[in-house]
Antibody
């Protein structure tokens, strides 16, 4: 069974950084991009970027460029997303998701999400 | 920038009824359109991809149609577990991936 398991809830002060992890069961990341998305409380979904775990190439949404770094471990079972310069409007649930389709057009498996709260 | 507009914002129906949800793109996304279901406290679940292909394990009461700028998600006969928020998502245009604002399907 495909599972993506996130690290736990985080609380940070404005200006700090946070690093969220997403661990996959088996080798489900092989051959797929890993995406990160977020959802602010009561709001819709926002795509942040993807990482190709095989080439370590990344593609970040323009909004997050310079603040986000996506990585994976060498076993390709855990993905990480680090966001720096946190602001209150970064408070959200952060999800990893596996990209699917020839060009990774949609997201077929999602982690349960990590709540990141930014508050002074 | 492509904008996806979902309608209605809220849809109130009873179990057993048919639900029709709309997603309109501000410019063509061809067939790069997916639908997701999200229940409170849960991650989104992929229902439909490529505008009309059901994802693995999705009941056949869910169907998707459309291409270009106008898309529809239809639930033929609502079950109690279908009441949730539904999002459409496009791929390929700036921004590379974006979502509609969601349709809340509630029990009447």
């Amino acid at each position: 069974q495909v599972q993506l398991v996130h690290s736990g809830t985080e609380v940070r002060k404005p200006g700090a950084s946070v690093k969220v992890s997403c661990m996959a069961s088996g080798n489900i990341f092989t051959g797929h991009y890993i995406h990160w998305l977020r959802q602010a409380p009561g709001q819709g979904l926002e795509w942040m970027g993807w990482i190709n775990p095989n080439t370590v190439v990344t593609n970040y949404a323009q909004k997050f460029q310079g603040r986000v770094t996506m990585t994976t471990d060498r076993s390709l079972t855990t993905a990480y997303m680090e966001l720096t310069g946190l602001r209150s409007d970064d408070t959200a649930v952060y999800y990893c998701a596996r990209g699917a389709g020839y060009s990774s057009e949609h997201f077929d498996y999602w982690g349960q999400g990590t709540l990141v709260t930014v508050s002074s | 920038e492509i904008v996806l507009t979902q309608s209605p914002g809220t849809l109130s129906l009873s179990p057993g009824e048919r639900a029709t949800l709309s997603c309109r793109a501000s410019e063509s996304v061809f067939s790069y359109l997916a639908w997701y279901q999200q229940k409170p406290g849960q991650a989104p679940r992929l229902l439909i991809y490529g505008a009309s292909n059901r994802a693995t394990g999705v009941p056949d009461r869910f169907s998707g149609s459309g291409s270009g700028t106008d898309f529809t998600l239809t639930i033929s006969r609502l079950e109690p577990e279908d009441f949730a928020v539904y999002y459409c998502q496009q791929f390929g245009s700036s921004p590379l991936y974006s979502f509609g604002q969601g349709t809340h399907l509630e029990i009447k």
